[in-house]
């Protein structure tokens, strides 16, 4: 790993380009991610997320890649063989268990069963936001006592002002993460590093670094009224010097999130001054 990129922020960004609505095609996609794989700021990138859908598509990338199921759960498993015998390395896989407003245990069954069989690979269960989370979070818990490697995902962000959760809704699923020592990773929405109105939308997106700085918060034992501040602020300056303090630690709780352009997370961290944008 690069040493330009401090611990806080490691594999903190994964590489989105293929997902909707990007119109990048999965070789360009590629050739994009060896780019990033081979630069100064690699330490800041994940996996490459590869939508299933693309499988057959095209020649398949040798790079670390995350499969999105954005096709039926039944699938899955031969995807993952068919990516595996080409040689792809799946580090883990993301897959939905149920729709808004749906009962999430019986896709989380699902892939609880998927999870059980294919052992080695990571699997991160989005779980929407909304009725039946604090359950699942339960069976979450229960599933990596068990010694499956699964976590949660939320979509924080969407096309309607409901899918964006209010900081202190966001806080209280972070606590929930916290209690249960779930890491969990975020989709949609964080644009930018810190929370801001989209003028032309109108929607307040939550800022990936007051999430970074929400879960340190979190970890250290801070309530949901004290994450939830940390989530709220629209300006860097009080993220800005706990990011700093926190720099040579691991990150807690949060995993990480896509951007479909991975430059442009790192471009805000280099101007805020927490990553030396290519200088030792």
């Known amino acids: 790993m690069s040493t330009m990129v401090p611990p806080l ?6 590489d989105a380009s293929l997902l909707p609505p990007s119109p990048i095609v999965l070789a360009d996609a590629v050739a994009k991610y060896d780019e990033h794989a081979a ?32 096709v039926p759960a039944a699938n899955l498993p031969m995807t993952v063989e068919k990516l595996r015998a080409a040689g792809l390395a799946i580090e883990h896989v993301e897959a939905a268990v149920a729709r808004r407003g749906e009962d999430p245990q019986p896709g989380l069954a699902a892939l609880r069963a998927f999870a059980a069989r294919q052992g080695d690979i990571r699997l991160y269960a989005e ?50 993460c916290r209690d249960r020592d779930l890491p969990f990773k975020l989709a949609a929405g964080l644009r930018h590093a810190t929370r801001h109105t989209d003028p032309e939308t109108g929607f307040t997106h939550h800022g990936f670094l007051n999430v970074l700085i929400a879960t340190v918060v979190a970890a250290e034992g801070g309530e949901v009224a004290d994450v939830a501040e940390a989530l709220a602020a629209t300006h860097p300056v009080p993220l800005v010097e706990p990011a700093r303090t926190h720099r040579d630690a691991q990150r807690p709780l949060f995993v990480g999130f896509g951007a479909a352009n991975v430059v442009e997370p790192l471009t805000e961290l280099v101007r805020l001054g927490l990553i030396n944008g290519g200088y030792e």
């Open 39 to 70: 630069s100064w700021y690699a330490g800041l990138i994940g996996s490459l997320l590869v939508p299933a859908s693309v499988v057959g598509a095209g020649p398949l990338p040798r790079a670390r890649a995350g499969l999105i199921g954005d």
């Open 9 to 14: 922020y490691a594999g903190l960004v994964d």
């Open 127 to 176: 779980i929407p936001l909304s009725w039946g989370l604090l359950a699942a979070l339960d069976s979450v818990a229960e599933a990596r006592v068990e010694g499956l490697a699964i976590a949660p995902k939320f979509r924080v962000g969407g096309l309607a002002a409901e899918l964006f959760p209010t900081p202190v809704e966001l806080a209280a699923v972070i606590c929930a």
